[in-house]
């Protein structure tokens, strides 16, 4: 059945299955202007212009100027020309009205889950944009608020971005981990059969820490070409397996939604 995210009083709720989306329409809770998205969608759109197989319980749309769920704004976003309508709560934006401060990225929608709103729209006063995060902001976010996120999709800036600084940072604790060593007699002229042992706890410790999301980033970045998470495993195969991560690493994000979520770096 197709998972489908709807629309409701400008929040996207979901994923429902096709017999929950029918009991919405009975209830009178969506019609068939209500805006709806599922992975073979590429955009959000009135769920009466998809294929949904229970039409026949949808109502009527709202009037055109009713502020209800599924009327067509005069700017910003889709114009009513188009066809496609904007998410009630999803603030039009006014050509002379200044710009609202950018604090809601695409990627945030298709990483965890939630379906993206409309290109252009505006959620809780900020304009979503095409992620642009700085790299030092990906790979924080990576150890923090996405630390075992195996769902939804990372683009390759956010898979880079945490590999440049988790090689900085492994051979930083490795290099503070020799002084130490040095400094106490672990390693050094006086003991010639010694061992760096502070310096492979240190290292073991980093490791450990960024484990978790270093492997949930990786299935993130499978997510974005579209492929299963379980191809992470391809990297236990001798000589070739990591060589093969390597080239799915470097491959550009796909365009438009997938079976994982919206794109990450665009809303399309």
Wanted: glycine letters at 12%.
């Amino acid at each position: 059945m197709t998972n489908w995210h709807v629309n409701i009083n400008g929040e996207a709720k979901g994923p429902f299955e096709d017999e929950q989306v029918r009991a919405l329409c009975e209830a009178g809770t969506i019609n068939a202007g209500t805006l709806v998205w599922n992975p073979d969608l590429t955009d959000w759109t009135p769920i009466g212009q998809t294929d949904f197989v229970h039409k026949a319980s949808l109502g009527p749309p709202p009037s055109p100027g009713s502020g209800m769920l599924g009327a067509v704004p005069a700017t910003g976003g889709a114009t009513p020309s188009s066809g496609m309508a904007q998410p009630s709560g999803f603030a039009a934006t006014s050509p002379t009205a200044a710009a609202a401060p950018v604090t809601a990225y695409a990627s945030d929608y298709g990483s965890t889950g939630q379906a993206a709103p409309v290109s252009g729209a505006q959620v809780d006063g900020a304009q979503v944009v095409p992620d642009e995060r700085s790299m030092w902001e990906f790979f924080t976010r990576a150890l923090t608020e996405r630390y075992a996120q195996f769902t939804g999709r990372a683009r390759r800036k956010e898979y880079w971005s945490f590999t440049l600084f988790y090689v900085i940072f492994l051979l930083a604790a490795g290099f503070v981990g020799g002084v130490f060593d040095g400094l106490t007699g672990n390693v050094g002229p006086r003991n010639p059969n010694g061992s760096p042992i502070i310096a492979f706890v240190l290292v073991g410790l980093f490791y450990v820490a960024t484990f978790i999301p270093g492997l949930a980033l990786t299935i993130r970045r499978l997510h974005d070409l579209n492929f299963t998470g379980w191809l992470v495993l391809v990297g236990l195969i001798p000589y070739i397996g990591g060589i093969v991560l390597l080239i799915f690493m470097l491959l550009p994000t796909k365009a438009g939604a997938n079976d994982h979520g919206p794109a990450p770096k665009h809303v399309t």
